[in-house]
């Protein structure tokens, strides 16, 4: 009876030790516990009072230079169509209240996602038949920044569309996977370790709220993909191309990590 | 592109990758046995006091970034691992040695990068593909260095 019952009590134990080792992560890819939605902070959240005094004061945020010059750009007609932004969209305190927040999005004619910047200069190529403008270019940010600005106070609400999933999935896995000379994954700081110290500095949890934001170190106004590519360039990786379709897919995690977090746009970091 | 140079195009990328793989394998040679690679990299025992600049280095030691010790300028240092303040009275130097050249073959989930590996890992930067963050003579200095902090 006992020598029966064996060989079944073993074959359960195997079963049971077999599916153990399936689900073990691979090396790069570990499982690093996200931030549970209540505990999640804005990256102002660790900053000194005067970087939050500076955000908190239109007058005094260097950032506003660069709407003023969003806002020109909005009224001024260019390109061979010589129509303006507000030729089409009136008003943007109206018409683009609450776009930033929801992007990056599903754009049809392309079957990907596309980023805001992205969205601007589809818009400048077609409707107004004007040359796009350079990532990381004066104009790209100041009308970004314009833009993003008429959502500020909203939250984010990243579509729900479910051609973004694979898009979304794959920008998860990327902010999971361990990358660069340092082998670090931005799941590794940002979710891992927040609130620690490196090299003497807070890390935050990496919450795209304030975008394009004017950083401290910089000493100027850059986008969230000009972020990226710093923590990237900080593990010894080789960063993705600008508007590649990664960036635009960590993008798209991003929003969806920090949905619900309210929009800063434009906002101070040191 | 001349037809000369397209023909030699493929015998140059062979060389070139030829060469980054005697890079790839001059790591020295080294054993473990359980926690720690108990012989020296080199063969010789590192110097103290390079080491001790070395992870005073914030470019080239980077240890500073996430630990915390007996170092210049403490409001600069991380606390994202254990704090280096006598390390040598918890640690053997081949225990070090290990923890430096892999930590990962400790503990597969440290954020510790390993300073003596090349392989296993994903989109290095071009100018630092193929090599170590530092040198088999630099990590027995930075060893001799920790292993002479007691408390």
Redesign the interface.
Known sequence: MEAAVRPAWIGLALAVLVAAVAVQPS??Q?TVRPIAPQDRLSGSAFMSAEARALQADDASNPAMLWVKDGEDIWARKTGVAERSCADCHGEAGASMKGVAARYPAFDPASQKPVTLDQRINICRTINQKAEPFAPESQPALAIASYVGLQSRGMPITPPDDKRLKPFLEAGRSLFG????????SCA??HD??WG?????SP?PQAHPTGYPIYRLEWQGIGSLQRRLRNC??GV???PFAPNSIEFTEIELYLAERAKGMTVETPAIRP | MSSASKALAPALLLTVCAISQVYAEALRPFEIEGDAIPRSLTGAPGDAARGAAIVGN?QLG?C???HGGPFA?P??????APDLTGVGDRLSAGQLRLRMVDG?KIN??T?M??YYRTD???????R?RD?T?LSAEEIEDVVAYLAGLRN
Do not use: W, Y
């Not at chain 1, 620690?196 to 003497?200: C, D, H, M, V």
């Not at chain 2, 296993?120 to 071009?126: C, S």
């Open positions: 090396p790069a570990e996977l361990r990358q660069g000379q340092l082998n670090l590794n700081c891992a370790l620690g110290k490196l090299g003497g890390i990237m360039t010894r990786a080789e | 914030r980077l500073v970034l996430c300028e409001r600069m240092q991380g606390n994202l990962s597969q989930d954020i990068p390993s296993g890992l994903e989109r290095v930067a071009p630092f090599r963050i």
